[in-house]
Structure formats: structure tokens, C-alpha cells
């Protein structure tokens, strides 16, 4: 499958923004899917995961309920709706597809393909 991140950009704190992931090439409800970060001079971090179904998802604890994901398998589509923006969300946002597991992991050696990545820049 090939994934393509999109909706990245500069926004002040406390602003919003929605960043899409279009898939394409293979069956996208079969995957589980997941959004990374990283933020410059750190490790590329997890940020949530969302089952094929779209019905449960899983964060990463730290961001406090500001962030949304949801999938249209119909469009082939996951998106990440985030709210509140801070300073230190700024990272490039990467998309990504777990073909294999039955569960939702926040581990990204678990994740089978990868987007190339979309900058959100978030600053006064």
C-alpha cells in the first residue's frame, strides 16, 4: 500500500488543523492504521492508532484529548483532526499502516508502511 500525508502547515498556538492520509494500491480497511511524529533532534514519537473499523482508537497519553482520529474506508482516508495546538507539536506527522496485528500498537517497528511525512509548524 502507498500512503500519502497531507494538511500540514503553520498555525499559531491554540489554533487547529486536520491532516489527512490517502491510501492507495491495496485494500485500506485491512490495515490498522497510525500517526508518528517527530520533532526536530528527537526520536520519532507515536501519537494515536485507529483499528480497520474505524470503532476504537488509541493515544498517546500526552495529548490530552486535543487530537482526533478517524478513517473513511470508503475514501480510502485517515485523518487526524488537532485542536489546541502548542508550540511543541511541531514535528513532521507521518502516517502509517499495520498489516499484520490484531491489536492497536503504539510501537512503530510494528508498522509495515509509511507516508512520507507532512511538517506542522506550530508558532506566534
Known amino acids: 500500500v502507498q500512503l500519502q500525508a497531507s494538511g500540514g502547515g503553520s498555525v499559531q498556538p491554540g489554533g487547529s488543523l486536520t491532516l489527512s492520509c490517502r491510501a492507495s494500491?491495496?485494500?485500506?480497511?485491512?490495515?490498522?492504521m497510525g500517526w508518528f511524529r517527530q520533532a526536530p533532534g528527537k526520536v520519532r514519537e507515536f501519537v494515536v492508532a485507529?483499528?480497520?473499523?474505524?470503532?476504537?482508537?488509541v493515544y498517546a497519553d500526552t495529548l490530552q484529548g486535543r487530537f482526533t482520529i478517524s478513517r473513511d474506508n470508503d475514501k480510502n482516508t485517515m485523518y487526524l483532526q488537532m485542536n489546541s495546538l502548542k508550540p511543541e507539536d511541531t514535528a513532521v506527522y507521518y502516517c502509517?499502516?499495520?498489516?499484520?496485528?490484531?491489536?492497536?500498537?503504539?510501537?512503530?517497528?510494528?508498522?509495515?508502511?509509511w507516508g512520507q511525512g507532512t511538517l506542522v509548524t506550530v508558532s506566534s
Open positions: 502509517a499502516a499495520d498489516d499484520y496485528s490484531d491489536f492497536l500498537s503504539r510501537a512503530e517497528g510494528r508498522y509495515d508502511y
Open positions: 494500491g491495496r485494500t485500506f480497511s485491512n490495515y490498522i
Open positions: 485507529i483499528s480497520r473499523n474505524g470503532n476504537s482508537a
